[in-house]
């Protein structure tokens, strides 16, 4: 009986808590895994924020939670305090987002990169940012000297190796001589390591470095040793004015805005979405002038049949490293297997790390 | 002696001012402010089930890292014994991948414990034997271990079915942490932190082996004097600090994280000493600061939705007490006396 009675007082005032601040403005709350400041991943998604306050929505934002425990009690937080829509920007948010959303079910909730819809609030998204890594290959193809371009990637998971797959196959298609070599960092943001990796790459003869990692650094080292680079996520040009050919632009403000509006209005519904070039959710930073005249023709005209379809990322005949075919001559990959690719293509140097 | 004691109030007082002049040259409401921070996050029983959560692991490792603190050993490794004894208990616990039984979870708490104890088992062997400095080795060890964990997580462990991502499979049922409340994350672990807290009160003034550390803390030479076997105490504080470190991040893992990834512990471990030193290394005090420290991250977060106050602000606010603890004491127990050159001066 006693107990009873405890355990009813506990829920009444754990309800009590979510009734109380709970409040009708319709606001927006944003998760990120980094500070606003990093000019890369977080940066962008802050300024996807900002286009939706822009339209008259109110929003709040918590920087630099960490993907571990912090996490949830941060998103239910949010959740709690009259947040209506939440967007969590890291893969490493998505059980805890799904387990929150689970005890909310009014609230909306989206969250980038990840592949678990588990409630019938939880949206995903994510960018096709290998359609602008067909056009770094295309351009990497074309300035190498050494014909070795330099990768540095994040961790072994498919959106990594598509990018590095789509950035070799374009780059074969205008250089069939083309190495790509990868140095695996297993961060997604840490200067020093980032640096180092593009130094080591430089020293084993890459001349085109390219990152898919958030920081500066790699930029930065490349216009020292006189190398070319591409920026990541955001446009890096003023960090590297020399050495950037071209940056991919995450640019999530146009999806941020939509989906504010929808849920505002009432006609939020769960989707997975996946937008490129076409939506604009990838655009690509002004190209350099050193490229020349024609090779920027060239990649406008790439970028505009990406955009259109006319060109796609992974057209057959496409090869693993053993030489065994992954998609048939006159065949483009489908989603499936662009979502789950786990394998090089042939061309790239190493293999994947286990 | 009650000054001693009195001391961490005046510091977290100073704190919570030095905090809203803070506020308020940020051109924020300073009341306001200091109650988002300090009120809000506890003003309902989710926020206080929190705070416990996140206390419990800064307890923990204080109540080890005291036991080495008091006897002039310092250790500043906790996180790297937290993580390696995360790495071990989550071993166990992905070796019983999907079995049932009552005796799962207490082995994986158990394996976590020993994990971490010979992670700090390293540094003291070292210092006894090879009179290598504790504080560089066990700094340097604390990057050993995330590399393993790293290593592990994207390697051998990463789960099967994750595409690659850098994590291990969710623990099953068998080994999580009872939760003590449904719909609250608190979870047994806070057990484990109040049974460290009354062991550690026993073993310190209750045992001999409390009586050396304090000794050895006091003076060495006295130690010595005494006929105290000095390595072994070492050794055995160590043991006592890492086994306590191993299972914060044991707790962490089979509560709320339930998998092992790479971000196990927002530098629990680090903090953990403010924490040790607010509470002046006694076990009651040092509840109250892991509380109060605590209390510094959900504010943070608090902060930061209601009032957008960049969130690092929290990692100000700890290091405005560890400054004012220090400051006080400083202002406190030091005597000013103006000397004289006199002739036993010039024996020097």
Redesign the interface.
Known sequence: MYKNFFRYL?SA??L???S??SNTDFKV?FVYVGPTGDHGWTFQHHEGRNAVEAAGIKT???????????A???I???A??GHDLIFTTS??YM?PTNKVAK?FPNVKFEHATG?KREHSNVSTYSARFYEGRTILGHIAGKMTKTNTIGYIAS????EVIRGINAMTLAAQKVNPNIKTKIVWV?TWYDPGKEAEAAQALIDQGADVIMQHTDSTAPVQTAEKAGVWSFGQASDMQRFAPKSILTSIIDDWAPYYVERAIAARDGTWNQQDTWHGLKEGMVAMGPYNSAMGADLVKEVEQLQKDLASGKVHSFTGPIYDQKGNILVAEGKVADDGMLA?M?VYVKGVEGD??? | MALYFFTPFIAIILTILGGGIIFYILGFNPIEALKFYFITPISNLYGFSELLLKATPLCLIAIGLSFCFKSNNWNIGAEGQLTFGAIVGGGVALLFYNQEGFYILPLVILAGAIGGMIFALIPAILKTYFNTNEILVSLMLVYVSKLILDYLVVGPWSNPEGFNFPETRQFSDSSRMPLLFESLRIHAGIFLALAAVMLSWFILYKTYLGFQIKVSGLSLKTAKYAGFKGKTMILVVFMISGACAGLAGVGEITGPIGQLHRMISPDYGFTAIIVAFLGRLNPFGIIFASLVVALTYLGAETAQIFLQIPKYTGQVFQGMILFFLLASDYLLFFKVKILSLKKNELRH
Request: proline share 9%.
């Open positions: 506990i005032i754990f009590l808590g979510f109380v601040n709350g709040t934002f918590v920087e630099s939670v960490p993907e571990g425990a912090d949830e009690r941060v239910r937080q949010l709690q305090s893969f490493g059980d005890d592949y961790f072994p998971i498919p297993f789950g786990s994947i790390p286990k």
